[in-house]
């Protein structure tokens, strides 16, 4: 499939077998397989680590686990990761096998749908969505899981979340119109189930549930990374592992560099109301 066109005409349980098969057609045992763009994955990472509580944490839409093995290696808690991909849950399971020595805690990963997953055992300390909402069907889903999410969490339990932001992106591409770089697109035949929100309307959603203690944006490296460095090299195409990339993760990590919700990933620090 090629265009938006095509894949809007499909409807909410064909758009997610599509999106399970393109996930399926991928390398479970590549850590990065669903995040090109690695070093803002890591950023998102330092994120999550930086606000999650134990013991027990839940990463819906889990891709191949890397995130949890992540937090594996510095939390003991109980940790599980779903995701409806069996290539990606296949891979988490390998890349559990290889990194088990150096972990404090074992995930387990289970292939599920993360709309409706509901574990054994009780209520939950965090959960983690990390740009899963961004590949559901609609809306409607998106909204819903938040909602499941709200229901399977323990009282004052804490939501990280980490999706896709339509006003982080058209900030950003005003800033590249501004320099004479073309708009980065919405969606194009590599990305064509994202899903961005509407940061108001997911604030105003969001605020019935949740108290929202943090709203954290990557402005700085979107700047050096989308916008300085495509613009210094033009018309060559930037590349995500391109050494300035690494440096504008480096200085994102550092710099507590003002937010003004530029990108088009956002993350929350959201407590149960
Ligand atoms: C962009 S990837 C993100 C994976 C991982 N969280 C990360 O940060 O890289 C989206 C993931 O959501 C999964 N996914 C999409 N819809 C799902 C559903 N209804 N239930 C479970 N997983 C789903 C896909 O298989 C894919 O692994």
């Known amino acids: 499939m090629n265009s938006e066109k095509d894949f809007d005409r499909l409807s909410p349980k064909k758009r997610a077998n599509y999106i399970r098969d393109y996930y399926n057609q991928k390398d479970g045992q590549n850590i990065y397989a669903t995040s090109p763009d690695f070093n803002l994955r890591e950023l998102e990472i330092d994120f999550i680590i930086n606000n999650v509580k134990g013991p027990r944490i839940l990463d819906l839409g889990c891709g191949n686990g ?3 093995l992540r937090l ?23 890349l559990l096998k290889k990194n088990r020595q150096k972990l404090k805690s074992q995930p387990k990963f289970f292939e599920g749908d993360g709309t409706t997953f509901s574990p054994l055992g009780g209520k ?3 959960i983690i969505s990390e740009r899963f909402l961004l590949n559901l069907p609609n ?46 697109l919405d969606r194009d035949k590599h990305n064509l189930s994202s899903r961005k929100f509407n940061d108001n309307e997911l604030f105003e959603f969001l605020k019935k549930y949740f108290t929202i203690m943090e709203v954290k944006t990557f402005d700085l490296y979107y700047l050096i990374g989308r916008l300085i460095y495509p613009k210094i090299i033009y018309p060559e195409k930037p590349h995500y592992n391109h050494p300035v990339n690494e440096i504008a993760r480096k200085l994102t990590a550092q710099i507590n560099f003002p937010s003004q919700g530029i990108g088009h990933v956002k993350g929350y620090v959201l407590r149960k109301k």
Do not use: W
């Open 66 to 68: 890397y995130t949890l």
């Open 72 to 94: 594996a290696e510095k939390i003991k808690g109980d940790l599980i990761g779903v995701d409806f991909s069996s290539e990606m849950i296949q891979g988490a399971n390998q």
């Open 124 to 126: 939950i300390d965090t």
């Open 139 to 184: 809306k409607r889903s998106q909204y819903e899981t938040i909602e499941n999410i709200h229901r399977l969490l323990r009282s004052r339990g804490f939501y990280l979340m980490i999706e896709g932001s339509k006003d982080g992106l058209r900030k950003l591409n005003k800033l590249r119109e501004s320099v004479g770089l073309e708009p980065i």
